[in-house]
């Protein structure tokens, strides 16, 4: 007990005669979960969510309306069926991020439990970013190798039949990833330079104002 009081009376020893106090600094590990922490509680998030779902939604309704459709190639319905809920299962995880970063962080202040929980789900993430470009790509390669013998108007002739508008779907959708994948990338690295530029601009008058 006396320990504790002569510590206290220490620190405000050293505040009263201009002393600075030397708080414990966090980790590099505890500064990157922090980051993540304030990721998840961003409205970029609420895009990308949403984007998420424009995407599985349609994949779910193709895949799963037009199962056994495509005796040519069977695996594309199941192509879209896998990826649809693989979208759904990361926006899962993206929630339980988001209730991590604003609730139990933010509001309950448990910043230790946030940063156990946000590390358990980035694990997670990852996983799902090792697997998911594989499943893609394969998803890739059943649809557009069979571009040039594709029929959708003799359904007895199952080497070459598939659905129509489950093939039409399936590509376009594959298209439309592409696209958005892009323009995520392109406007992450526009905001990563823009928030470099500000903090340095910011630095630079901070400098001359102090000299």
């Known amino acids: 007990m006396q320990t504790t009081q002569m510590s206290s009376t220490n620190d405000l020893t050293n505040i009263a005669d201009g002393t600075p106090t030397i708080l414990p600094s ?12 304030k990721y998840y509680s961003s409205k970029t998030l609420v895009a990308q969510i949403v984007l998420a779902c424009v995407f599985a939604i349609p994949e779910l309704r193709y895949g799963i309306g037009y199962k056994n459709q495509c005796p040519m190639q069977p695996q594309i319905s199941m192509f879209l069926i896998v990826h649809g809920a693989t979208k759904f299962a990361w926006v899962f995880l993206n929630i339980l991020a988001s209730i991590d970063a604003k609730i139990i962080n933010e509001r309950m202040n448990k910043k230790d439990l946030a940063r156990q929980l946000m590390l358990i789900n980035l694990i997670l993430q990852f ?79 901070t400098s001359n104002i102090s000299h």
């Open 26 to 37: 966090r980790s590099k590990y505890e500064e990157r979960l922090d980051k993540a922490i």
């Open 127 to 205: 996983l799902f970013a090792l697997w998911f470009p594989s499943w893609f790509i394969a998803g890739n390669i059943w649809v557009f190798r069979n571009k040039s013998r594709h029929q959708s108007t003799d359904p007895t002739n199952t080497s070459t039949y598939c659905n129509d508008e489950l093939y039409q779907a399936a590509s376009l959708l594959i298209i439309m990833t592409y696209i958005a994948t892009g323009a995520i990338i392109i406007g992450t690295i526009k905001r990563r330079l823009i928030g470099k530029m500000i903090k340095t601009a910011v630095n630079n008058i």
